[in-house]
Nanobody, 116 residues
Framework: QVQLVESGGGLVQAGGSLRLSCAASGGISRINAMGWYRQGPRKQRELVATITWGGSTTYADSVKGRFTISRDNAKNLVYLQMNSLEPEDTAVYYC??????????WGQGTQVTVSS
C-alpha cells in the first residue's frame, strides 16, 4: 500500500510562488507516474501536472509556463513549483501515485490560497 504525504501549501499573494512536496512510502517500488490534481471551491478535481518514472511530463493548459513538476526517484519525492500564482489557482492540491497495475493512490491534500 502506497502512502502519500503532501506539504508546502499556504497563503500567498497573487504573483507569488509556492513549492509543494509529496513524499511517497510503502510499495514505492511499484510506482510509475506521480503528479498533482487540484479541486477548487465548487469545482471538480482536475489534473494539474504529472511526471512518469522516466521524467515525461504533462501539464494542464492553465498552468503551462507557470508550474513545474519534478521528481527525485531516489528520495521518492515529487515537487510542484508554482510561480506567478493567480487567485484562480486557489484549491486543495492532491498528490497522486499510479502503480504499475494502474492503481491510483491519493494524498490527503494541501490547501493553496492565492489572494488578489
Amino acid at each position: 500500500q502506497v502512502q502519500l504525504v503532501e506539504s508546502g501549501g499556504g497563503l500567498v499573494q497573487a504573483g507569488g510562488s509556492l513549492r509543494l512536496s509529496c513524499a511517497a512510502s510503502g510499495g514505492i517500488s511499484r510506482i510509475n507516474a506521480m503528479g498533482w490534481y487540484r479541486q477548487g471551491p465548487r469545482k471538480q478535481r482536475e489534473l494539474v501536472a504529472t511526471i512518469t518514472w522516466g521524467g515525461s511530463t504533462t501539464y494542464a493548459d492553465s498552468v503551462k509556463g507557470r508550474f513545474t513538476i519534478s521528481r527525485d526517484n531516489a528520495k521518492n519525492l515529487v515537487y510542484l513549483q508554482m510561480n506567478s500564482l493567480e487567485p484562480e489557482d486557489t484549491a486543495v492540491y492532491y498528490c497522486h501515485a499510479d502503480d504499475v497495475w494502474l492503481n491510483r493512490y491519493w494524498g490527503q491534500g494541501t490547501q493553496v490560497t492565492v489572494s488578489s
